[in-house]
């Protein structure tokens, strides 16, 4: 989807629908809003007849459509209710443009408007950017594996495919220019988390290791980015038993993929040395459990289980397209888990890239294990001077946050409040959960260093501290989106399945390190 802000005012509206953002202002709304009397006029005074009549509340989430003449172009006309203009906060106003993105499904419309409401009753600048984010979002859908006739209806479905939504102000803001460049960055980053979603809902056929590796070349050449891949003999040399034992019981060999995103410009140094970040992405295309066997009902949703690794994929891309001032490396470790003769077996003790050893105590524990080598992979080879890794780890966590919130742990108190900030600031909930040296002590084994499992005690934790172990002295934090990254939820922004949580939280921390 395109967005675009119009500075022609409502008489030169082109679209054949148009979105009213309408606030509460007592019970009911009877008036036209201010400025949008040509809007009445265009509609043949309906606007007002429908106002008029009491039945639109304008409570958040209502819905009014006014059909306009014909012979002036403009059919249709929505009504969103925002209710008191008080109460509308970002993730309102994100939702609206949820709302505004489902549009383009109902109507089969090519082209839409909408009113920016005027800035004395919302900042039209904040707004914008957040109706745009919003409207990508909402306008996404997963059909490309239906049949033509089951597909959503479009006039034109290559155009649809790139729909234009018309950001019209009933009075413009001085700094147009400066917005305009503001709302075409909110929305790409939105379409990047579509490509995120696009990869975590493709199915376990269609995205293998070495698929994903060839998609994760594409959209580097596409945007401008570096990729290198580590096949089995280049990760044997580097001595990466830990991803290599996850991926042997598998006809689909892992891959170790590693995006470097170099800044045009140059990047930000930090005490004279060129500054580094690190963003690690958990890529299990499929997770059978291996010998320790998922249940039925277990094992749908497992195509997901790359969420971590399509948000790393995603947020290198915004990076790039953005061109953020600062080197930045996606290292996404790529595996499917499955049963077969090959595989890994309970009781094995493996040799992970850092050269401590781990006991494998339930081969359904694979994340951290891929998760081990990367980490060490980042610190050796790039040195970053903070690392996030982003993963569905835990079991735990999607009991304990359901799909409402990401767990964040990590050894540096500081870089997990950037996080938290960063994710304040994208409506994407970051929770802190303890990291403690007893959760360490528990994934000590007998027999090895480790041990990948230590129960159901403190899940999310004691992965944590297994993950810790492999990030030396580098300031890290650890996501689990393992209730986050998929729902069956659907909402005014997502129709359930991959979310790409994580695009939009990387991407801002990414900018915001690069600013400060």
Not at 85 to 110: I, P, T
């Amino acid at each position: 989807m395109r967005v675009q802000l119009e500075s022609g005012g409502i008489d030169q509206i082109r679209a054949e629908t148009v979105i009213v953002p309408t606030l509460r202002r007592g019970d009911t709304p009877r008036d036209v809003p201010q400025g949008l009397a040509p809007l009445d006029r265009l509609l043949s005074g309906r606007l007002a007849d429908a106002l008029a009549s009491g039945d639109f509340k304008a409570n958040a989430g209502d819905r009014l459509v006014i059909y306009g003449p014909r012979k002036g172009g403009l059919v249709r006309c929505v009504l969103l209710g925002l209710g008191e203009a008080e109460s509308v906060e970002d993730h309102g106003l994100r939702e609206l443009g949820g709302h505004v993105g489902r549009e383009f499904k109902r109507s089969a419309s090519d082209r839409i408007a909408l009113i920016i409401p005027p800035a004395s009753e919302i900042a039209a600048e904040r707004s914008a950017c957040l109706i745009a984010e919003g409207a990508v979002l909402g306008a996404y859908r997963f059909d490309r594996y239906l049949s033509k006739s089951k597909q959503a209806p479009t006039k034109n479905k290559k155009e649809s495919a790139t729909g234009r939504l018309d950001l019209v102000y009933v009075r413009a803001p001085r700094s147009l220019a400066t917005l305009r460049r503001k709302v075409a960055e909110a929305a790409e980053i939105a379409r990047c988390q579509a490509v995120a979603r696009d990869l975590s809902n493709e199915p376990p056929n269609v995205i293998y290791p070495e698929s994903l590796a060839r998609e994760a070349r594409r959209i580097a050449r596409e945007v401008g980015l570096t990729c290198r891949v580590l096949d089995v003999p280049a990760m044997t040399r580097e001595g990466m038993g830990a991803i290599l034992a996850v991926g042997q019981g598998s006809a689909h060999p892992p891959r170790m993929i590693i995006l470097e995103h170099h800044p045009r410009g140059g990047s930000k140094t930090r005490r004279g040395k060129r500054e580094t970040l690190a963003l690690i992405g958990k890529g299990v295309t499929f997770d059978s459990g291996g010998l320790s066997l998922k249940t039925a009902t277990g094992m749908p949703d497992m195509k997901h289980d790359m969420s971590g690794a399509a948000a790393v994929i995603g947020a290198m891309r915004a990076i790039a397209l953005l061109d953020v001032p600062i080197h930045v490396v996606g290292i996404v470790a790529a595996a499917e888990n499955m049963p077969s003769g090959t595989a890994y077996r309970p009781s094995d003790i493996i040799k992970s890239g850092s050269g401590q050893t781990i006991e494998i105590v339930n081969t359904d524990a694979e994340g951290r294990l891929v998760l081990a080598d990367a980490l060490h992979h980042a610190v050796e080879r790039y040195a970053p001077s903070a690392m996030i890794d982003i993963a569905t780890l835990t079991g735990a966590a999607m009991m304990a946050f359901g799909p409402w919130a990401t767990a964040g742990l990590g050894n540096d108190e500081g870089l997990l409040a950037e996080v938290r900030a960063a994710a304040d600031a994208t409506g994407e909930t970051v929770w802190p959960m303890p990291l403690l040296d007893a959760h360490e002590k528990t994934m000590r084994s007998k027999v090895a260093d480790w041990k990948n499992s230590a129960g159901r005690d403190a899940g999310i934790s004691t992965a944590a501290a297994f993950l810790r172990g492999f990030v030396a002295k580098t300031p890290w934090v650890h996501l689990d989106i393992a209730g986050s990254g998929m729902t069956s939820n659907q909402t005014p922004l997502h129709i359930g399945g991959g979310t790409g949580v994580g695009v939009r939280l990387l991407t801002q921390w990414v900018r915001s390190r690069a600013r400060a």
